[in-house]
């Protein structure tokens, strides 16, 4: 069985073609990174995968992310602008490193409702929610289930264009069949936002072995 650093890659850049700034966030998915591609200056976030179970290849989290992004192309959904990676070699102990490069966004509504200077007008208030279901809207005519939507996850742009970020426990969805319910894992959603219905239900799922839990 080939391991995932035995294959070229032939159209994955390095990722040495961006410059780090800084860190700015961290997940249970990965590291997130400020950087900028050397040649245009435009900054971007690079989302670090990580590869700590090697006996699975490629994360199943990470895979299912790309797909679904690459699906969706909307102005209130984060673009994934590309995949990057780093060579394997006896200075990183021969293993892969790769990044997804998404679209930057200066501001998450996390921070921003946590910002004693920042007040949002009644305004402001009707444009960040009407962003946010027309965001929803739009993934869910696509069949794509979020599973976690919390504050950290909105990210806003300096000039205030939400995008919903962090596909990691996203899925797709189908119509369920007449006598035949879909059964999806009821372990998602970040514990600190999870509603009552999903905290208290009994879960007997089908897709368990296929998703995250957090």
């Keep these: 069985m080939s391991k995932v650093d035995d294959f070229d ?5 390095d990722v040495t073609k961006y410059e780090r700034i800084t860190k700015i966030g961290q997940g249970t998915f990965g590291e997130v990174f400020k950087a900028r591609d050397k040649k245009t200056k435009k900054l971007v976030a690079l989302k670090k995968i990580l590869m700590d179970n090697e ?10 992310e790309i797909k679904i992004l690459q ?8 673009q994934l602008i590309e995949i990057c990676r780093t060579k394997a070699t006896q200075f990183n102990r021969n293993k892969s490193t790769f990044y997804l490069v998404f679209e930057f966004c200066e501001h998450d509504l996390a921070g921003l409702l946590s910002n004693f ?13 009407q962003q946010l279901l027309n965001g929803l809207y739009f993934i869910h005519s696509n069949k794509i289930l979020h599973r976690d939507m919390k504050a950290a996850n909105i990210l806003i742009t300096k000039n205030g264009l939400l995008k919903l970020a962090d596909f ?13 319910p879909n059964r999806y ?20 799922c089908k897709d368990m072995t296929h998703d995250t839990f957090e």
């Design 9 to 13: 890659y032939p159209y994955v850049d």
């Design 55 to 64: 006996k699975e290849g490629f994360p199943i989290t990470a895979l299912r």
């Design 71 to 78: 699906l969706l192309y909307h102005e209130n959904v984060v």
């Design 117 to 129: 200077n920042v007040k949002f007008s009644l305004g402001e208030i009707k444009k960040v929610m």
């Design 168 to 180: 990691g426990l996203a899925r797709a969805f189908s119509i369920p069949k007449p006598q035949l």
């Design 185 to 204: 894992t009821n372990r998602v959603v970040t514990l600190w936002y999870r509603p009552p219905e999903l905290l208290l239900v009994t879960c007997d």
